[in-house]
């Protein structure tokens, strides 16, 4: 069955509000390409939107899910717990910042364990507001789309949304060109005069931004947020779906700056590609919430929480932090040498193995979508996987699985910019 052909069945089966970004269906893949039923090969510059850290189908991650299997598939933790879960929580409170008494929980996707992040806080303060920011993205459920800031497509038409949401401005030093003690004077004035700290439960920041276009906010920008909050007696969550288990380069994207959240989230590369999400911090603010009040029937599923022990253990004995900070290097440094060729190239940022470029009309910071869609189209033409994102989509981003050879990293920066010269 070819591409075409399953391209065909799709449109007359899954429904239209779900896309793809390529119209390649998938045969399997691997540490840094996927392969698809028409037999083409692509540099994998995607990882399923930073889930796949590890590689797909990783050899630790494959033996962990098929031994569990065949011992038990779901009993639900509510109902007869078992060790895995247990086990996945205190590798958890282990590996998140701060040596601090910790709880964790689990759920099954990033926007569920937010929807729990901002239960617990609400729950913890008895206060009922929660801060976000200008270019926030924090997932499709309802409370996660009252949190998220772009409009289309994640919002459009599925209002009403849930209500004491604020959004304040973010540091975006190409675009404001704050310091990040300024950035967050500006942000807290306003929760100062149109929220009253009084009634803030909680700030809720991805520390790097992802679909909202791998904004890197000024150096103290996180710092002082957090230290707002602790004198306040609201609590700092972490976003750390997109940026967690070693993607930026650190095990954890809050440690670049010393930051020890109350709360983080996490999901996506916590479990090789198997669905899993937690939230893990501080004891006070988890155990707050009476007995009952969190839980799921899939969350922490014992074949989930089975990959993600054999994903941490994969982190650990690859150290796919360095991976992510050699990644770093060549990307950059390739990317910076074409941004220096390419005027449409605004600016290369990120950390780790997440980097992105930000596209503009040249000599101006007016987004350029257009140019951006056609330089990733024309990657996908040339077998490189990559994605966009940003307010205003103009934005391409590289997220490779932090097992990806030297060779395929090479191969795919050579993609890329024989697709930026191609749409020169
Ligand atoms: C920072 C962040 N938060 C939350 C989510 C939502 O996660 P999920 O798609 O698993 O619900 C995402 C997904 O892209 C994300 O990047």
């Not at 996707?109 to 303060?125: C, F, L, M, Q, Y």
């Not at 040498?337 to 449409?344: E, F, G, I, S, V």
Request: with cysteine; aromatic share 6%; charged share 20%.
């Amino acid at each position: 069955m070819t591409s075409l052909d399953l391209h065909k069945r799709r449109t007359a089966a899954v429904a239209r509000g779900v896309s793809s970004v390529i119209s390649s269906y998938v045969d399997h893949a691997s540490g840094g390409t996927l392969v698809d039923v028409d037999g083409q090969e692509w540099v994998d510059f995607a990882s399923g939107i930073a889930v796949t850290s590890v590689g797909n189908s990783a050899p630790r991650v494959v033996a962990a899910v098929r031994e569990q299997v065949e011992r038990f598939t779901h009993t639900c933790f509510m109902v007869a717990p078992y060790e895995l879960y247990v086990s996945v929580c205190e590798t958890l409170n282990a590996v998140t910042p701060g040596e601090l008494e910790k709880r964790s929980a689990l759920f099954n996707s990033g926007a569920e364990a937010v929807e729990n992040a901002v239960k617990i806080a609400r729950h913890a303060t008895g206060r009922p507001a929660v801060v976000v920011f200008d270019h926030a993205y924090h997932g499709r459920t309802n409370l996660t789309m009252a949190l998220t800031a772009k409009n289309m497509p994640y919002k459009h038409r599925f209002g009403p949304f849930a209500g004491s949401v604020y959004r304040v401005p973010m540091s975006y030093p190409l675009r404001d060109g704050l310091s990040g003690a300024a950035a967050a004077a500006r942000a807290l004035d306003i929760v100062a005069t149109q929220i009253g700290a009084d009634n803030v439960a909680a700030i809720l920041i991805e520390p790097i931004q992802g679909e909202g276009g791998f904004v890197v906010p000024a150096p103290g920008f996180l710092p002082t947020l957090a230290t707002w909050a602790r004198e306040a007696g609201a609590v700092f969550i972490a976003d750390e779906i997109q940026t967690g288990f070693c993607r930026t380069g650190s095990w954890f994207a809050s440690s670049h700056e010393s930051v020890v959240p109350d709360l983080i989230t996490l999901a996506k590369g916590i479990a090789g590609g198997l669905p899993l999400a937690a939230v893990t911090g501080r004891a006070d603010l988890m155990d707050a919430v009476h007995v009952g009040g969190l839980g799921g029937t899939y969350g922490g599923n014992p074949v989930a929480c089975a990959a993600a022990l054999a994903s941490v253990e994969t982190m650990r004995e690859l150290d796919l932090a360095g991976a992510a900070r050699r990644i770093e290097a060549s990307m950059v440094g390739r990317l910076r040498a074409l941004a220096d060729r390419d005027p449409r190239i605004a600016e290369v940022r990120g950390r780790g193995a997440m980097i992105a470029v930000e596209i503009t009309v040249p000599g101006t910071l007016e987004p350029d979508p257009l140019t951006t869609a056609g330089v990733s189209a024309e990657c996908h033409r040339r077998g490189l996987l990559t994605l966009t994102c940003g307010t205003y989509g103009n934005v391409l981003r590289f997220l490779p699985p932090l097992v990806i050879d030297d060779e395929t990293l090479s191969r795919g920066l050579g993609i890329l910019e024989s697709a930026f010269e191609a749409t020169a």
